[in-house]
């Protein structure tokens, strides 16, 4: 379809025509072809090289497509500017300044990206998890405390209610205007008796 288009548009401006694909490297062939215009279609894959060989191509506009891959280098895609290939991320070599990458250093490239989100992804679950266990932790050390700081104050108010029960008993025990210490004093108290002496008198 884009090389009957080619071919039948005089001189192969096919611009803003929404054509997908490949470029075909049919396109080659035409020897005679001075000007190529595919701007603003959805061309996608590489240029084919067989265009390095159209010796009389003059104007070459291949910008705001999908196209990948490394330019091709010959003496007539040299004449070409940058702008001829704006609009495709994915390609590289002059006259862009996007360096192409060899194969094999992608590969190596794409092996430490991978390695990268693998550990970004494992430290994030180990953080996510030292969190949670922080959280729960501080949860069953709250509850230990709390536990025995009610038992504490449990001892202390049992040990106080003791000692009220007491006194109170100790008290209705107690007559009237008598000093409530002596009770527990005279549990260990000796009464005495003086004994009285005859008198000379009745002797």
């Not at 104007?59 to 196209?67: H, K």
């Not at 070599?93 to 794409?110: K, M």
Request: hydrophobic share 35%.
């Amino acid at each position: 379809c884009l090389l009957f288009c080619v071919y039948r548009c005089r001189g192969g401006n096919v611009e803003r025509n929404h054509i997908g694909g490949s470029i075909p490297g049919e396109l080659g062939n035409l020897v005679d072809l001075e000007s190529l215009d595919l701007s603003w279609n959805d061309l996608s894959g590489p240029i084919p090289h067989s265009l390095a060989s159209l010796d009389s191509l003059s104007t070459l506009n291949l910008s705001y497509n999908d196209l990948s891959g490394k330019i091709p280098s010959s003496n007539q895609f040299a004449t070409f500017g940058n702008y001829s290939f704006w609009g495709n991320e994915n390609l590289c070599g002059p006259p862009l300044s996007r360096v192409c990458v060899p194969e094999s250093n992608r590969y190596r490239h794409l092996k430490l990206q991978l390695r990268f989100d693998t550990l970004t992804c494992l430290f994030t679950l180990l953080g996510f998890a030292f969190g949670i266990s922080t959280v729960f932790t501080t949860c069953i050390c709250s509850a230990v405390a709390r536990k025995a700081y009610f038992q504490f104050t449990d001892r202390v108010l049992s040990k106080l209610c003791t000692a009220i029960k007491m006194k109170v008993s100790i008290n209705r025990m107690m007559p009237a205007g008598r000093d409530p210490s002596l009770a527990i004093r005279s549990q260990d108290s000796v009464t005495c008796y003086e004994l009285e002496q005859p008198s000379t008198a009745s002797m």
